[in-house]
């Protein structure tokens, strides 16, 4: 396969808080590729937000990206290399503050959020701050700029696009936000757009439009995509590859296909075992026991452990990394699982343990409290 | 069917609405409304309300689950409150045990709640972070006198246990809890002063799915053990699909479907649920994706089309009897209409439009006269009088434009009944509360809606 667009690897982000440090994200690699839509999945506190941040270096303290590389267009957005005192210090070739502002983030990775009131800034007309976007990022004038808005909010669905050019955000609807937000993003014909759950407060037919010019977009431009979402469905529908995101790390990689029919770990197989069918009726509904351990002391061993149906013993010892378990031929789909033969550890052999999962007290209880989002 | 009137003698429906409307001021103050003019009398006043429900009959039978869906805006939450009693009804009535709770008030209508509980869709600010949640659980039988203190506490910590908590945790705080935990708090509090009827107000989707499907799972267990008979409210119809008995699809202000679920999601009678239907992604990218996807925003309900409401967005629109057009002639007129509204091209030249729109079909005859005069209009820039022409002499002649529609058809997969707010039902339908000759251009929108289903 040729150079990816976006490698991303070992990423670290870290939030050093009073009561510990939170590994929010916890060593995770991935690639983008050229005109792909790749999909980041997890449930909340999985760490998905945190890792898009991190690679538009957008992470505030008290977080802050502690470790791994993120190479994009042959560019360092993020790298460290040890100093002559031992000490860990950015790479010369890391891109400054001021270029990141400048070139990379709008101009060459945009990022659409969830929710699109935010956004947007309540007191300026919706065509004002498209306009003002494209005036500064593609150096047009006034006039020129304006045109481009009209034409940008034209291609994505806004009726009348003349006259909403001088309405604010709140008269427009969550759909036509979010379609505004698109049309912004899509502006600069960035090389890549991460969107973060940008459908998730949308109603499914609305959020049908979106998906679906989101595909008609992207193969006009050829744009490559960052999906983040908790919505398996929206991840069978757009997505090429995917990622799923448990704790910090990512648990599993595969071409989407092999994701829905050839799962390699149980969290991903619970995670589509928990869901609500559109299409058939089922009786009684498999959740995943328990609730996701804070990421500020999690378990040992295998993260999922504790909520795992198939766990024994020796997943309590041993850290899986995610290792290749494909045939040769076969696209790339990696697991962090050591119930594969792969990583040899003695899974057969070691005896299963009590979860929350395998008859356990059901309902765990969060000391601090998880947030829901 | 068609009447709307005093309940039924029906001895197992234990939640009758009638013909439930509900509208809001647009604006409120002294001074709302006045509009100045330059003719005499100078001032005139027009108040428009917001018809966030307008005309909605249903039964919910003891024990069972209605399922009500419906995209946001639709109404559905009001529906939910004025049901309760929580909104003072605009007209109609709710009956709850034989007794119309929009005619009760004060503490007759106090004493009434106490069989008629609610949870709420976001479990954060539905629960007091002050308060500890022994004492949140407990709330609801202080104020309807339940049982002594010690004996309030002892159920409060059995409920605790019921929803899968540890009735240890009955000295903790609300933000100790996580959402799915927040949300079993809640519903320890509905179940604590003993109700018959609750109303889910989208309780689960704030909820991770893998968390949804344990709040799912405990709500059926509760339903079982309680006998309880839910309104559960969602808008993601997978979760409608899991817990509903019978589903009602709602769409600006009323009801357009009403059936038993399986006969609702095998067999939609309505274009607005198959749309619905259609647009739910299917987590499996084997599924081959969605289809025929509904374009425009949901219109406005201070000013809901005549007719069906859901005709501006309908696929499927009739052909309004004085014109003999095919049916693709009248899609591709519908779909040009609908563009011309939305102001979706710029493009004003005739022939570059025709070949765009009319590619496969051009209407003939007076039709044809009509969509040439359309384009001209266009040619000219005159975009507001093609609009006219498009609407008036298209749209809003077909007959979901004209007549309010209201069928009961058989259904095909249970015995359950089947209620379809759509005219291309007119011809199965069993019985009908549409009364066509009373019905002309100028009838009020949303009138004489009644519901088959009781």
Redesign the interface.
Known sequence: MSEPLLSVRDLKTQFFTEDGTVRAVDGISFDVHEGEIVGLVG??GAGKSVATSSILRLVDSPGEIVGGEIEFKGETIFGLEEGDDGELRPRDEMLTEEEMRKRIRGREIAIIFQDPMESLNPVFTVGGQLREFIEINRDLGAEEAKEEAIDML?EVGI?????RYDEYPHQF????RQRVLIAMALACQPDLIIADEPTTAL???????I??MVTELQDKYDTSFIWVT????????ICDRVNVMYLGEIIEQAE??DL??DTKHPYTS???D??????R??D??????G?MPEAIDPPAGCRFHSRCPEAREVCREVHPEPRELSDEGEAPHTAACVKHDAFGVGYDESPPIETEATGG???G????????? | MTEVGPPESDPEALLQVRDLKKHFDNESGLLAGVQLDDEFPYVSRSTSDVRAVDGVSFDIKEGETLGLVGESGCGKSTLARTVLRLLEPTSGSVYFQGEDLAELSGEPLRRMRKDMQMIFQDPQSSLDPRMKVGPIVEEPMKAHDMLDEEGREARAKELLEKVGLDPQHYNRYPHAFSGGQRQRVNLARALSVNPDFIVCDEPVSALDVSIQAQVLNTMEELQEEFDLTYLFIAHDLSVIRHISDRVAVMYLGNVVELADKEELFENPKHPYTRALLDAIPVPDPRSGGRKALLSGDVPSPIDPPSGCRFRTRCPKVIQPDEYDMTEDAWRNVVEFQRAVERRAFEETDPDALRSRYFENAVPSGDAGTLLDEALGHIERDEWDDAEQILSERFADQSVCATTTPAYEVPSDLTDGRHYSACHLRRDEALASAVDEPAVDDAARPGAGVTEADD
Do not use: K
């Open positions: 449930e909340s034209r009726p009348a696009p003349e006259s609807s969550g759909g036509m109603d499914v037919t609305v959020e049908g439009e998906l679906e908790h919505d398996m469905s929206v991840v069978a529908e989407v296909d829905f029919h619970a995670l589509l928990s869901m609500p069918r559109p299409d009726t089922v009684e509904l498999r959740p995943i026991q609730v007290f059901s309902a209880f969060t000391e601090t409290g998880g947030e829901a989002e």
